[in-house]
């Protein structure tokens, strides 16, 4: 059952978070425990999310400091952070996400280079990452307009070869593959059979691994009920919750909370693969920022706004 810990004290900032394994020596602040041993789920500048096994009556307490490894660079990063979602299984916790409360700049720094190097473009087999860090929101922007293009392809085609995604974007054979080197090393994609030829070697066929990650829809806009969705990375609806609402609005925040952690808990995913929550309103998507706020506090993702027609017509 996910545990979600409410953090209102905590500013939420937008990261990138790069899918990576690291080894963590994790302790809680009183010393009393013995440090205890993760690994990195995915990384960021705020935060990581860990695996790991540990007994659930350790989570009475939620500051740790945490040793996070990288091999590679033959460095460790010390940080104190603060526990805001946890999952179980029987007794024991196997996930965790923290943010960080405190990290020097330098290790925020060289960790944010870390994240820049391992997400930046590549020419060939070679990396160019000192082009990168000079300009990385010019870089990100369009790496991040070329992921969305390549992804939606997936998405909209279910399998497909690299050659057509390479005809369809418009990008080169030598690039579409680059960035589908990185999705299969993610897990954001698989290889599934062969085409058929027509001529020559048959291509291999890719899909999104619709399991890579989740997210949630909640529509405010009807007024006899609240609705509320869990989507897979392919975009299908594979649990939905119906109450009725009888036009109230006490302790909104509450029954959206309680939604979230229903749909989670029903449909058996890890939380840690929730990605984000999306508010289908009725009317000026600004008079829902308190709601937006404290849904991202509560669980700390991000949470997008959007007035229930234009979401509509996007959805289509």
């Known amino acids: 059952m996910a545990n979600l810990v409410a953090q209102s004290d905590i500013e939420r900032r937008s990261f990138i978070r790069l899918p990576d394994t690291l080894p963590v020596k994790a302790r809680f602040l009183n010393n009393r425990v013995l440090p205890f041993d993760a690994t990195t789920r995915d990384i960021s500048e ?10 659930k ?10 040793e996070i490894a990288i091999p590679s660079k033959n460095f460790s990063l010390n940080v104190k952070a603060t526990i805001v979602w946890s999952t179980a299984k029987n007794n ?9 409360i405190d990290i020097p700049e330098l290790a925020r720094n060289y960790l944010k280079n870390y994240i820049l190097e391992k997400i930046s473009p590549r020419v060939g087999n070679e990396e160019k990452p000192q082009e990168f860090l000079r300009k990385p929101d010019l870089e990100l922007r369009e790496r991040e307009k070329r992921n969305l293009s390549i992804l939606d392809i997936l998405r909209r085609r279910g399998s497909i070869s690299k ?6 974007v418009g990008l080169n054979i030598g690039t579409i593959s680059n ?8 897990g954001i994609v698989f290889e599934k059979g062969l085409d058929v030829s027509s001529g020559g070697r048959r291509p291999n066929l890719l899909e999104l691994n619709p399991d890579y990650s989740f997210s949630i829809g909640i529509d405010l806009s009807d007024r006899d009920y609240l609705k509320a969705v869990l989507a897979d990375f392919s ?3 594979i649990n939905k919750i119906k109450e009725e609402r009888n036009n109230r609005w006490d302790n909104i925040n509450q029954r959206l909370s309680d939604l979230v952690n229903e749909l989670v808990d029903t449909s058996k995913i890890s939380f840690g693969k929730l990605r984000g929550i999306g508010l289908g309103v009725g ?14 506090k509560t669980f700390g993702l991000a949470v ?11 959805a289509e």
Not at 163 to 168: A, G, K
Not at 283 to 296: A, D, R
Not at 304 to 314: G, K
């Open 304 to 314: 997008l706004v959007e007035n229930s027609c234009s979401a509509s017509i996007f």
């Open 283 to 296: 009317s000026y998507t600004n008079n829902y920022h308190p709601i937006k706020n404290f849904l991202e």
């Open 57 to 66: 009556e350790l989570l009475s307490q939620k500051d740790i400091t945490l």
């Open 179 to 186: 960035y589908v080197e990185e999705y299969i090393k993610k």
């Open 163 to 168: 050659v057509e995604i390479s005809q369809l």
């Open 92 to 100: 024991n916790i196997n996930a965790l996400g923290v943010k960080f």
């Open 235 to 237: 975009g299908k609806m």
């Open 46 to 55: 705020g935060g990581v999310a860990l695996n790991t096994n540990i007994n």
